[in-house]
């Protein structure tokens, strides 16, 4: 995509003119429209009016692919995952025990299919990562945890609390001690408030050791290991605390469950049908186009080469065929999102 004929205030008559200005093939699917746009708006604003685009504003940096500025407490443009983790998430509970259900964030991840069992295993993936390229060294793999924590923890919670609003789940966050009983077994068990204070005072000193401000400038320097290795050494020696880490408990009804499942079953089955009813209404709205051009160029070659006045040779305007508009699909494709489009 090229913008550098983009400038604020020009206004593009349609969507064929604004690819052909930045270089790129007009597309006719509603899929590579859409991320036509989504790639545009990392480089710009526009607002749309009918079937005019005005640029309004034009970015000194692209935005990253990721966030685009949109970022928010609310879904915001995790949207089309939270869609697919709740259906997922709800699947799982309905296949569950009981009414409530606990896992570690990690483990929901792949569960959920957000990531492979090599993303559970860090370390071991370091130093595999590193010996397949060694590109991929200590600062590359650890700035790809670092971001891709970040936004999946985003996208699982968004999701975790758009059923909570639906009033489908509630859900908390524990934090587990481990313990050994007198045989060496490990015991996990939830952790008193007197153990979270006391696991919280011993975060501040070691954060204050390591003359860090808070966990994000931890994990922003790279230092998330030694920083939760410290932590773990103390309360091994001082407290008789093996280890800490935090569980995700959800709790729901399960009969609920079930009907919503039902429920986003019969809406997707809805959406594809009418993804795809639109996708053959457009894509029949593009073949009548290249037909009609095709014929018409056909005709007025033929017209111009072998329809000779008594004096000099026609011209195109003296022609009768008919030609569609440069903007027919457009148009097409306009009316299509008015009547046929469905919002869920």
């Known amino acids: 995509m090229n913008i550098s004929k983009l400038y604020v205030g ?8 604004l690819c052909y200005t930045v270089d790129v093939k007009p597309m006719t699917s509603t899929d590579s429209r859409k991320a036509f746009y989504k790639e545009l708006e990392r ?8 079937q005019k685009i005005t640029i309004t504003e ?38 569950s025990e009981g009414h409530k259900y606990t896992l570690t ?11 492979n ?9 370091k130093k595999m990562l590193a010996k397949k390229d060694d590109r991929m060294g200590k600062y590359a793999v650890n700035h790809f945890f670092l971001r891709s924590n970040d936004r999946l923890t985003k996208i699982l919670f968004d999701s975790l609390n758009s059923l909570k609003r ?17 045989n060496g077994a490990e015991i996990h068990t939830e952790a008193t408030e007197e153990q979270i204070v006391l696991i919280t005072g ?12 808070s ?31 935090k569980v995700i408990e959800v709790l729901f009804k399960k009969k609920n469950v079930l009907k919503e499942l039902s429920i986003i079953e019969h809406k997707k089955n809805r959406k594809d049908l009418n993804n795809k009813v639109i996708e053959t209404i457009n894509s029949h709205a593009k073949n009548t186009y290249d037909k009609n051009i095709k014929e018409y160029n056909e005709g007025l070659e033929d017209f111009l080469y072998n329809e000779r006045p008594m004096l000099g040779r026609y011209n195109e305007m003296q022609f009768k065929g008919f030609r569609h508009n440069t903007d027919y699909i457009d148009i097409q494709m306009e009316i299509a999102e008015y009547l046929l489009r469905i919002d869920d």
């Open 117 to 125: 069992p090599n993303y559970l295993q860090k370390e071991i993936s």
């Open 58 to 95: 034009i970015f000194a940096e692209p935005l990253d692919k990721i966030d685009h500025r949109k970022d928010s407490d609310k879904e915001g443009n995790n949207s089309k995952y939270v869609d697919n983790i709740k259906f997922l998430l709800l699947h799982t509970l309905a296949e």
């Open 202 to 213: 011993v975060r501040y000193d070691v954060l204050n050791d390591m003359k860090l401000n």
């Open 10 to 17: 020009l206004t593009l008559k349609n969507h064929n003119e």
């Open 105 to 115: 964030k990690n483990k929901l991840f792949a569960l959920l299919g957000m990531v």
């Open 43 to 50: 480089y710009c604003t526009y607002t749309k009016q009918g």
């Open 166 to 182: 639906r009033c489908l789940i509630d859900y908390r966050e524990i934090n587990i001690v481990v313990t050994l009983d007198k």
């Open 215 to 245: 966990v994000m400038q931890v994990m922003f320097k790279f230092k998330t290991e030694e920083f939760y290795k410290r932590i773990t050494a103390i309360l091994k020696k001082d407290y008789k605390i093996e280890y800490t880490y």
